[in-house]
């Protein structure tokens, strides 16, 4: 028979009975103060991955922006390119018009040559977009003409374009030059 009074080994009574109640931190009342700083030092860590995670999506935003911005400027750059390129290359063409309206006489062949270049040039400006302005007879528009000069003329109502200096040009329906046009003065 065994006595009651002894006291068997720890290992004999199972895994609860292994710790001793007087053990630092097994307490009952010492548990509670820990268990408070898990979930204060899980609250900690969850802000500044909040904080991390906003400041992420911050500079994604920023980056996305910039990106957007730098490809814009770009695009720009290069119509600018474009159109002073064209606006250059209207002067040529505005010479080979001027050259044409003289008469050419025995030079029929001189004339035929500065004519195929006059339509291959013409045809370049199609190919970009750029199309004239359609300005005599119509009414004078200031967004598309500039006015040279008014003049008194019978036959011609007020506003109305009646010559044209210098032919003015759009290019994919954006002015790349006004028209310099004469206008009808009642």
Do not use: C
Request: aromatic share 4%.
């Amino acid at each position: 028979m065994k006595d009651h009074n002894t006291r068997s080994h720890p290992a004999d009574r199972g895994p609860a009975a292994t710790a001793s109640p007087d053990a630092p931190g097994e307490h009952p009342a010492d548990a509670a103060p820990e268990q408070r700083k898990v979930p204060e030092a899980l609250a900690v860590v969850e802000r500044e991955r909040d904080e991390f995670h906003d400041r992420w999506l911050r500079k994604s935003a920023e980056f996305e922006n910039y990106r957007k911005r730098i490809e814009r400027e770009r695009r720009e750059q290069s119509d600018q390119a474009v159109v002073d390129l064209l606006r250059e290359l209207l002067d040529v063409v505005d010479d080979f018009d001027l050259a044409l309206t003289v008469d050419a006489g025995e030079a029929a062949p001189y004339r035929k040559g500065v004519e195929m270049i006059h339509a291959k040039l013409h045809d370049l400006l199609k190919k970009y977009g750029v199309r004239p302005i359609e300005a005599l007879g119509a009414d004078f528009d200031p967004n598309l003409h500039q006015a040279v000069s008014h003049e008194h003329r019978e036959g011609h109502r007020d506003g109305e374009v009646i010559d044209e200096l210098r032919r003015g040009y759009l290019i994919n329906d954006r002015l790349l030059r006004p028209a310099l046009v004469k206008v009808a003065k009642a």
